[in-house]
T-cell receptor, first 114, second 113 residues
Framework: AQSVTQLDSQVPVFEEAPVELRCNYS??????LFWYVQYPNQGLQLLLK??????LVKGINGFEAEFNKSQTSFHLRKPSVHISDTAEYFC????????????FGTGTRLLVSP | ETGVTQSPTHLIKTRGQQVTLRCSSQ?????VSWYQQALGQGPQFIFQ???????GRGNFPPRFSGLQFPNYSSELNVNALELDDSALYLC????????????FGSGTRLTVV
């Protein structure tokens, strides 16, 4: 069975600093990879996804992520964060076989302070 | 392009009662999935509907059931509510065999007391 591990439950960072949110997955088959953001009292918004092709994926709001198959990782990065980036971030996978459903990690809370 | 809308936004129920949550899919989407998000956790897959049939289910008991209607709107029904059912319930619409562009609603916050 596949699983998703988000190693940091909370990441505090100062405004305009760079940030990396870590995500590792385990699966015996190939996967599709996603990052979602959840603002307070809201649903999930897709930041970016990796289906195939270039391993560096650019998303909305200046975020990007790199798929590393050998490390089974899909870390999310932003070179300069804003106060408005404060939110919960979820990494998710879909197995590229059989019934396809999103499997989420437990989330990382990004706290941006001035 | 309309998004996914869920109703109600908040709900308080008593243990043992039954509840129905509703979801309107994004225009053009033919598949709806439901997720349960407990406090401090990631969303957990409940089930998915395509063409009014359940075509996938997660590790949830039969008292969780659903419906999808011809206009692709959907309902999630939970019978015999338990305290642990308290959670944010998220609906997501998509295209089967599409590009995995799931669109999520803002959710229904269910509290069981």
């Amino acid at each position: 069975a596949q699983s998703v591990t988000q190693l940091d439950s909370q990441v505090p960072v100062f405004e305009e600093a760079p940030v990396e949110l870590r995500c590792n997955y385990s699966s015996s088959v190939s996967v599709y990879l996603f990052w979602y953001v959840q603002y307070p009292n809201q649903g999930l918004q897709l930041l970016l996804k990796y289906l195939s092709g270039s391993t560096l994926v650019k998303g909305i709001n200046g975020f990007e992520a790199e798929f590393n198959k050998s490390q089974t990782s899909f870390h999310l990065r932003k070179p300069s964060v804003h106060i408005s980036d404060t939110a919960e971030y979820f990494c998710a996978v879909i197995l590229n076989t059989g019934f396809q459903k999103l499997v989420f990690g437990t989330g990382t809370r990004l706290l941006v302070s001035p | 392009e309309t998004g996914v809308t869920q109703s109600p936004t908040h709900l308080i129920k008593t243990r043992g009662q039954q509840v129905t949550l509703r979801c309107s899919s994004q225009s053009g989407h033919n598949t709806v999935s439901w997720y349960q998000q407990a406090l401090g956790q990631g969303p957990q897959f409940i089930f998915q509907y395509y063409r009014e049939e359940e075509n996938g289910r997660g590790n949830f008991p039969p008292r969780f059931s659903g419906l999808q209607f011809p206009n692709y709107s959907s309902e999630l029904n939970v019978n015999a509510l338990e305290l642990d059912d308290s959670a944010l319930y998220l609906c997501a619409s998509s295209l089967l065999q599409g590009d995995y562009g799931y669109t999520f609603g803002s959710g229904t916050r269910l509290t069981v007391v």
